[in-house]
């Protein structure tokens, strides 16, 4: 069974970085699509982007200028980071596995809990 | 980007009760269409991919339809696990839009 867990601060100052660790184990990095998804606190779900396991990244056009994922197969390990944050980018940040069995089809199989992290002063 | 709308934002039902969640997109998606059901606290799960395929281990009395731009989620029986937010989610186009949500209470 796939388990992800991500792992980071939960505070963060406004205008510094966002970094965050999703582990996968149960099963290998390799060959799949890996995300990260986030939902503000009583609100709805926004991709924030997804990383193939060679490197190969595509970023929600609205945070692209902010966002950069790297993947770490020795370790079985992806990561976010998201700069310049502001109180808005406080949220539950998931990380969650992207299969994508055809084009157009995909969707999120296997989810990590979810770590909140606040941005504040 | 595509606009996902769920309607209702919010519904009370009994335990037994069919119900019916809508989700609309802003333009085409075929059947490129996912639904997931979150719990409280907890991340969200997915139940029906492509708009009608039913995940693993999903229990058969949830199902999905629609193609284009009108989708459907339908519990045939509730029970009292199923009360729960459910979203939709286009798989058509990047960023992935997911709907709003929709809340499934106790009446």
């Known amino acids: 069974q796939v388990q992800l867990q991500e792992s980071g601060p939960g505070l963060v100052k406004p205008s510094e970085t966002l970094s965050l660790t999703c582990t996968v184990s149960g099963g290998s990095i390799s060959n799949y699509y890996w995300s990260w998804i986030r939902q503000p606190p009583g609100k709805g779900l926004e991709w924030i982007g997804y990383?193939?396991?060679?490197?190969?990244?595509n970023y929600n056009p609205s945070l692209k200028s902010r966002v950069t994922m790297s993947v770490d197969t020795s370790k079985n390990q992806f990561s976010l980071k998201l700069s310049s944050v502001t109180a808005a980018d406080t949220a539950v940040y998931y990380c969650?596995?992207?299969?994508?069995?055809?084009?157009?089809?995909?969707?999120?199989?296997?989810w990590g809990q979810g770590t909140l992290v606040t941005v504040s002063s | 980007d595509i606009q996902m709308t769920q309607s209702p934002s919010s519904l009370s039902a009994s335990v037994g009760d069919r119900v019916t969640i809508t989700c609309r997109a802003s333009q085409s998606i075929s059947t490129y269409l996912n639904w997931y059901q979150q719990k409280p606290g907890k991340a969200p799960k997915l139940l029906i991919n492509a708009a009608s395929s039913l995940q693993s281990g999903v229990p058969s009395r949830f199902s999905g339809s629609g193609s284009g731009t009108d989708f459907t989620l339908t519990i045939s029986s509730l029970q009292p696990e199923d009360f729960a937010t459910y979203y939709c989610?286009?798989?058509?186009?990047?960023?992935?839009?997911f709907g709003q949500g929709s809340k499934v209470e106790t009446k």
């Open positions: 990383i193939y396991y060679s490197g190969t990244t």
């Open positions: 969650a596995r992207r299969r994508n069995p055809g084009t157009f089809i995909s969707y999120f199989d296997y």
């Open positions: 989610q286009e798989s058509y186009s990047t960023p992935g839009t």
